[in-house]
């Protein structure tokens, strides 16, 4: 899973201007540690959808999230550029992601709400104008069910247990001080990394140590 290293970033940048067929080697030899992962993480989908009647196509706000087992599949794929800078200014060199929308529900499902998330109360419509002025709504945020069943949270998560158990991938340090990400959870993806153990986390390690040293023996050779 993730591991500082440092000056890396700039180092495929310099690959790329100095030694372009050596960054393309560089980028392939991550690829072939990532393809495994990335075929076993699309073993772990399920090949019916996870809960009764989320294959269907339906409206509002999961109109687009219909369960698709091919769609879940094919989004997932690795990625061997540098991410764009997040909001602590990391960014990933080589990552494994689930394009696919039920794809990345299965995925994290529970990470922040084990039960499920909890059912949004009931409020009335006070503008005038509205539609349903007058009459009790339920209205919430995102982090909210908006299902008029108040189990329907835990019944969700219930299911995407029974067909696979979220996983942590998180590999504390020794003597490693804080709280754990919950961002490293997940039943696909996340679970092939777990699986993995962190060799291939140390052998993109490794391949990019050693695409620096090639760099600098060239270097030293002009």
């Given amino acids: 899973m ?12 310099a690959l790329r ?3 372009p067929d050596l960054a393309k080697e560089t980028q392939k030899e991550i690829a072939l540690i990532l393809k495994p992962i990335t075929n076993k993480a699309r073993g772990f989908i399920p090949s019916t959808a996870p809960l009764s009647g989320w294959a ?3 409206d509002g706000a999961w109109g687009n999230r219909a369960w698709s087992t091919g769609d879940a599949k094919r989004g997932i794929g690795y990625k061997t550029t540098p991410s764009k800078p997040n909001r602590s200014g990391w960014r990933s060199l080589a990552r494994i992601v689930n394009a696919s929308v039920s794809g990345s529900i299965y995925e994290t499902a529970s990470r922040v709400n084990p039960q499920g998330r909890p059912q949004a109360p009931m409020s009335p419509v006070v503008a005038p104008r509205h539609a349903d002025f007058g ?6 945020n995102k982090g909210q069910s908006m299902s008029n069943n108040p189990n329907a949270g835990q019944q969700f998560i219930d299911a995407m ?3 696979g158990r979220i996983v942590d991938a998180y590999q504390r340090a020794e003597g490693q001080a804080g709280r754990a990400s919950r961002k490293l959870k997940g039943r696909a993806i996340f679970r092939a990394w ?6 291939a986390t140390a052998a993109v390690i490794k391949a990019i140590e ?3 040293d090639k760099l600098e023996s060239r270097l030293k050779v002009k």
Wanted: without cysteine; glycine residues 12%.
């Fill in 2 to 13: 993730p591991a500082s290293v440092k000056g890396a970033v700039e180092l495929r940048k």
């Fill in 17 to 19: 201007e100095f030694t």
């Fill in 56 to 58: 269907k196509d339906g």
């Fill in 135 to 140: 009459k009790m709504t339920r209205s919430g």
């Fill in 161 to 163: 247990n029974r067909t």
């Fill in 194 to 199: 777990a699986e993995d153990q962190g060799k």
């Fill in 210 to 212: 050693t695409s620096k």
